[in-house]
């Protein structure tokens, strides 16, 4: 069965340095890759994701992520932050044909000053 | 852009009540869901829904149900409320035909129920 793991629940970091935050996910068959971020009392909103292509996906916000299929990871990279990156992000993957997505667990991301 | 509003978002129960939450999406989506959020559990499926008066169980329906009436309009339902259901709900809708998991989901901004 599909799933995702977050290994760092949190990530703190300061302002204008780089980030990493890591997901790894488990399936048997080939997935559809997403990180979304979530602000403060708001929803879920989509940084980027992949679908097929080019291993390199640019998202919003300055954000980008490699799909790493021999790691089973889909890790998400800024080169520099900002205090307003401050949020939670979730990783998901969704198996071809499936229904639906499953969430990783969540990191939330902290920038300082 | 893609509006996905849920009527409330805080909201206060007592237990046995019988409590409704409603989400309504403003793209003509087919596919429409809900989560909900807990700290270090991360986003857990309830139901989903693919149609009008279709619905399917996600992975913890146990006390919800859920309403699909119109297209636009997806409601979750505690028959009972417990304090364990004590929560932030999480609505979202996506375009496409059963089995296109490729398409991302939109999401309401939540509503953060507590059950007294």
């Known amino acids: 069965a599909q799933s995702v793991t977050q290994l760092d629940s949190q990530v703190p970091v300061f302002e204008e340095a780089p980030v990493e935050l890591r997901c790894n996910y488990s399936?048997?068959?080939?997935?559809?890759l997403f990180w979304y971020v979530q602000y403060p009392n708001q929803g879920l909103q989509l940084l980027l994701k992949?679908?097929?292509?080019?291993?390199l996906v640019k998202g919003i916000n300055g954000f980008e992520a490699e799909f790493n299929k021999s790691q089973t990871s889909f890790h998400l990279r800024k080169p520099s932050v900002h205090i307003s990156d401050t949020a939670e992000y979730f990783c998901a993957v969704s198996e071809m044909g499936a229904d639906k997505l499953i969430f990783g667990t969540g990191t939330r991301l902290q920038v300082f000053p | 852009d893609v509006k996905v509003t849920q009527s409330s978002r805080y909201l206060v129960k007592r237990t046995g009540e019988k409590v409704f939450l409603e989400c309504v999406q403003d793209m003509d989506h087919e596919n429409m869901f809900w989560y909900r959020q807990d700290p270090g559990l991360g986003l857990r499926l309830i139901y989903f829904?693919?149609?009008?008066?279709?619905?399917e169980k996600g992975d913890i329906p146990e006390g919800y149900s859920v309403s699909r009436e119109k297209k636009e309009r997806f409601s979750l339902i505690l028959e009972s409320a417990s304090t364990n259901q004590t929560s932030m709900y999480l609505c979202?809708?996506?375009?496409?035909?059963?089995?296109?998991?490729?398409?991302?989901?939109?999401f309401g901004d939540g509503t953060r129920l507590s059950i007294l």
């Open positions: 399936s048997s068959v080939s997935v559809y």
């Open positions: 829904s693919y149609d009008v008066k279709m619905k």
């Open positions: 992949y679908l097929s292509g080019s291993t």
């Open positions: 979202a809708s996506s375009f496409g035909s059963i089995g296109q998991s490729n398409q991302p989901q939109h």
